[in-house]
């Protein structure tokens, strides 16, 4: 069964708070207003409008909600990009705005988040439809898998039927996986100039659709260039490009447990499986078993594994190896988190395995487990 990534927000913004004071408000010369009305309370409360930015959150404007839930903000140094419309940190509203536009906005000062609604901003009409459709598949994903853990329980250790369970619930899955996908591709490309398209995009994996980065990359680039959106997933989309099927793999040179660097490209001339990993992660005994099994059929074809750990306890990282039986070339980042593999590889979960020809050329990228030996035999041939 697939584990489920689903970003109902953007997946760059990296959320840091970053406190400025307020020097635009008012300004006669801005022709941006943002009005609204809140059912619920909310008179007196402080409503904030913060920037979402690549690299965090700037506070922008803040007003005070007036009788009857009224709010108004006439902001100066609006310009097209993302912003939060917020009561607290937990309640707000995620808007995509503009510098010439006038939007009225409605919703309930208890639930802000899932209230609200927004005329005079088309992108974010589209944004708010795109969440909506997020959150009905990660409900669909989790009725799904609620169900199957009720089942597994009942089940209990039995092997067999768990494995049955599991080839069960699998059309089921790739069914709502295959769903969304459609949705996602659609919203895309009837939205190719929007905004909200950046975030839609983040819930397809690159690695399967790189054309549609590129093509939205494309449009952007032609319609904001200036925008540091557009600049941003601009960079992101020619991260993907460098490590794309068929683009040479990018070196990595990191140490064994025994202090010895070894690079990737010591083997070239090998056909070769990266396998990154964390021993103290999500990934499944099972799978990591299963993994070196493959592998171990290919050993007489020159084939070898690379195994990249992200693991900042060598212990652990050492008890795996020995405990799942890795025996290939097995080197650790001690960065974990914030090795620079993540972004170069473009790796969003673990484990993550790339496949590089003898040439060093990438032959396929992000294998699922049931792929695996295939996917090794036919390189290898």
């Known amino acids: 069964m697939k584990s489920p990534l689903v970003p109902i927000f953007l997946l760059f913004i990296v959320i840091i ?30 409503i904030y409008l913060d920037r979402l930015t690549p690299d965090g959150i700037i506070h922008v404007d803040s007003t ?3 009788k009857g839930g009224l709010f108004s903000f006439h902001t100066a140094g609006i310009f097209k990009g993302f912003y939060n419309l917020r009561l607290t940190k937990d309640d707000f509203a995620t808007l995509i705005l503009d510098s010439n536009e006038r939007v ?14 927004t005329t005079g901003s088309p992108d974010s009409k589209r944004f708010k439809a795109l969440n909506l459709e997020s959150i009905e598949f990660k409900a669909a994903l989790d009725s799904l898998q609620n169900r199957a853990q009720t089942i597994a329980t009942a089940i209990g250790g039995n092997q ?31 939205n190719v100039t929007y905004f909200s398209s950046i975030a839609a ?50 070196d990595i040179d990191l140490t064994d ?70 025996n290939w070339i097995n080197v650790c980042d001690t960065a974990g988190g914030r090795s620079e593999l993540f972004p170069l590889y473009n790796i969003r979960s673990l484990p993550y395995s790339v496949l ?26």
């Open 104 to 117: 009225n906005l409605t919703g309930n000062g208890d639930n802000l988040g899932y209230t609200w609604a």
């Open 64 to 66: 005070i909600i007036a």
């Open 201 to 250: 995009i983040q819930q397809l994996s690159p690695d399967s659709f790189l054309p549609y980065y590129i093509m939205l990359d494309s449009s952007l680039m032609i319609n904001y260039p200036a925008s540091l959106y557009t600049k941003h997933f601009h960079d992101e989309v020619n991260t993907f490009k460098r490590t794309a099927k068929g683009a040479t793999a990018p």
């Open 17 to 46: 708070l970053n406190s400025c004071s307020n020097k635009e408000r008012h300004n006669s010369l801005s022709l941006f207003e943002l009005t609204g009305k809140l059912d619920g309370g909310g008179e007196g409360m402080y």
């Open 356 to 381: 590089i020809a003898p040439t060093g050329k990438i032959i396929d990228k992000g294998i699922k487990l049931e792929e695996l030996e295939e996917t090794i035999r036919n390189a290898v041939k």
């Open 257 to 326: 447990a025994g202090g010895k660097a070894i690079r990737l490209s010591d083997l070239r001339g090998k056909t070769i499986l990266i396998f990154f990993w964390n021993s103290g992660g999500k990934v499944s005994p099972a799978s990591l078993v299963s993994t070196a099994q493959i592998c171990s059929k290919f050993v007489k074809n020159n084939f070898a594994v690379y195994g990249v750990s992200f693991d900042r306890d060598k212990d652990a990282w050492l008890s795996a190896i020995k405990q799942y039986r890795l």
């Open 160 to 190: 067999r039927r768990l494995d049955s369970l599991n080839q069960a619930l699998e059309a089921p899955f790739d069914s709502i996986h295959s769903l969304h996908q459609r949705f996602i591709i659609k919203f895309i490309k009837d």
